[in-house]
């Protein structure tokens, strides 16, 4: 595109989108911002606001038009939405139908168990097959789209924590997680380009409060073989999924 700047789209205006906006500036992009109101974070380093819901398809259809490519702070989108202006192959990046087998937590627990990744045992918690599904306590409940930051997330001791939150959450389709003892928490980021190179960032820790994440120590420290274990899920997760 010769000296003209290329213009990013960033669906959402939180802390992520923030610092995707900073970097940014210094690779001398242009931002546009798609999100509820000019207050959140990233709305004042973004070189635009588009005003609109994250999920507000109408909003990204006006995005699309000032944007070279859109790329999303969050999952919380309307994908069938987005299918319908996707008119541009590379538009999206990640590209829509690998954000597909992500967004509910159930189908993303298939398509990672498909791929020979290791996942703990599962299941898919319903009203109608209750009766005939075995529930070991204790257990991990999940809502199945729209949770973070402790939302979205219960660990159950008994039946009766089950029940009392199953029917907080109004008794939708669950996900059902048995309880892995952990040592710690280990969290990658890692980046995959057209060309399908793949760069990974150091492997940390993270550490919970009441399920939101309070610290982050950089690097982890484990031992070389959990590193290239995390590596490898890594590489074969945004291989398989063709994320750029």
Not at 4 to 22: D, K, P, S
Not at 27 to 47: C, H, N, V, W, Y
Not at 135 to 158: E, S, W
Not at 213 to 240: F, K, M, N, W, Y
Request: charged share 25%; net charge negative.
């Amino acid at each position: 595109m010769g000296n003209e700047r290329q213009t990013v789209g960033i669906i959402g205006g939180g802390q992520l989108a923030w610092m995707m906006a900073q970097e940014a500036k210094r690779l001398t992009l242009k931002t546009i911002i798609q999100t509820p109101s000019s207050d959140d974070p990233a709305a004042g380093l973004a070189d635009e606001v588009v005003l609109g819901k994250v999920a507000d398809v109408a909003a990204t259809q006006a995005l699309a038009k000032r944007c070279d490519v859109i790329t999303f702070e969050n999952e919380f989108v309307d994908l069938e939405g987005l299918e319908k202006i996707n008119n541009s192959q590379g538009l999206f990046r990640p590209r829509l139908s690998a954000l597909k087998p992500l967004l509910d937590k159930y189908e993303q627990r298939c398509y990672m168990g498909n791929l020979g990744l290791p996942v703990p045992h599962f299941f898919e918690l319903t009203q109608e097959n209750q009766s005939s599904v075995e529930i070991n306590f204790p257990c991990v409940m999940k809502a199945r789209r729209h949770g973070y930051d402790g939302q979205g997330t219960a660990i159950l001791r008994d039946k009766s924590d089950l029940e009392d939150t199953w029917k907080r959450w109004g008794y939708p389709s669950v996900l059902m997680e048995e309880f892995i003892p952990f040592e710690r928490e280990l969290a990658v980021i890692a980046a995959r380009n057209r060309d399908g190179e793949i760069a990974i960032y150091p492997i940390v820790e993270t550490q919970q409060e009441h399920q939101v994440c309070r610290r982050v120590i950089a690097p982890a420290a484990v031992s070389d073989g959990v590193v290239e274990d995390c590596q490898a899920i890594a590489r074969s997760l945004l291989t398989h999924l063709d994320v750029v």
